[in-house]
């Protein structure tokens, strides 16, 4: 007869099987931000380990190849979690209705999660939990195993924009640089163009990286190239074109500043990082007065039709600014992203900014 410590230590081990099931169904196959208590407890451990390891670094290109590591160390290391936990879970019942030891009833149950077979069971009860046991084990394979080329599918589709920044703006990526570019080749006027190819990037950056947190730590190919920074250096560039630039004011502009405010915003809310959800015209930013100066003085130098108020101009660019630099700022900390100006030059993981590429230098090679 059941006695009520077996009963509770069967209850027990019930829960912590499936709390790490849900756990793991949340992680991998509900396609919405969720919450997962375990997945946050593996990153979270995981995170701190290596930006300890990274911090000890004295050059941000071998901290960056640290963290290089983070993520896809954490994702394999994430499912041998879920295993070990599931295996205490049963342990806890196989002991509870058999008479096991702490070492006989975790045989049993190793046994069963690993498909071995070498560990008999006696009961109808013990081979039902046996058969349940090894499902399981194989079901959280399997999830890692679709889980991974959703994952680095989506990589791919975010790394595509970044790269192709890196040719518009340069390395590391500069919104001055940006329009300076596209003045130079002629395409000024086709910057409505890029908008709406933004506003596409952000749309999906904003679907995948809430649904796998994990994608906001998987770092470029290229050391000097960052998610994070092509967003804040596109989202610059369209605010400065609006109010910087003598023209018509374009719609494109606009709806691509509000999409990535909007996509940077969600992203904060999965990490918990706190930010004003109605920040007003004439707050104060952490750009400064005379960098947008120095920006406007570029343009100007270069031909490009700067407006004479520059007084209305620097109240207008913060306005629109002030929607996304705080949480750009915290999630370029958080991520430790590359130099880049206006972007993440002001994390205190960040050392001397590199040599940048001037334009054209390679093609008169």
């Known amino acids: 007869m059941a006695t009520l410590g077996s009963v509770l230590l069967f209850f027990v081990g019930l829960v912590v099987v499936a709390a790490t099931l849900i756990s793991a169904i949340r992680t991998v196959v509900l396609p919405r931000a969720a919450q997962s208590w375990l997945t946050g407890m593996i990153f979270g451990a ?3 380990l290596f930006r300890l390891l990274a911090n000890e670094r004295r050059s941000f290109e071998a901290r960056d190849g640290v963290m290089a590591l983070f993520a896809p160390i954490t994702l394999v290391l ?19 209705i058999g008479d096991y030891s702490w070492i006989g009833a975790f045989e049993v149950s190793g046994s069963s ?6 560990t008999p069971v006696a009961s109808t009860v013990e081979h039902v939990l046996a058969f349940s046991e090894a499902t399981l084990g194989l079901g959280l394979v399997a999830l890692l195993i679709t889980f991974l080329p959703s994952l680095y599918s989506s990589f791919a589709r975010r790394e595509s924009m970044v790269t192709l920044l890196e040719v518009r703006a340069g390395t590391p990526p500069s919104a001055t640089e940006f329009l300076l570019r596209f003045h130079r080749i002629g395409w000024i006027q086709h910057l409505d163009q890029e908008w709406a190819a933004w506003e596409q990037w952000f749309a999906e950056v904003q679907e995948s990286h809430t649904t796998f947190p ?12 960052s998610w994070i920074t092509a967003a804040g250096t596109a989202l610059d560039a369209a605010a400065l074109a609006q109010t910087a630039l003598v023209s018509e004011p374009s719609p494109g502009g ?7 405010f909007i996509t940077l915003r969600r992203i904060a809310d999965v990490f918990g990082i706190a930010y004003d959800p109605d920040p007003q015209y004439g707050d104060p930013i952490a750009l400064t007065r005379a960098e947008f100066e120095a920006a406007l003085d570029q343009l100007a130098e270069d031909g490009l039709p700067v407006v004479d108020d520059r007084d209305q101009a620097w ?5 629109w600014r002030v929607n996304y630099e705080a949480v750009m700022l915290e999630i370029a900390e ?8 206006w972007v993440s030059d002001r994390s205190s993981i960040q050392l001397a900014p590199p040599k940048r590429i001037r334009w054209g230098a390679r093609l008169s090679r």
Not at 78 to 96: E, K, N, S
Not at 113 to 118: D, R, V
Not at 315 to 319: E, I, K, P
Not at 336 to 341: F, H, I, K, L
């Open 46 to 48: 995981s995170g701190k």
């Open 214 to 225: 994990a994608l906001n730590f998987l770092r470029s190919p290229q050391v000097g190239l």
């Open 334 to 341: 958080m991520v430790m992203a590359p130099y880049a100006p």
């Open 254 to 260: 606009r709806i691509v500043i509000r999409a990535g």
């Open 315 to 319: 109240m207008d660019f913060s306005g």
């Open 113 to 118: 999660l690993l498909t071995l077979g070498f």
């Open 78 to 96: 994430m499912p041998l979690v879920w295993v070990v936990v599931v295996g205490a879970g049963y342990t806890a019942m196989f002991m509870a």
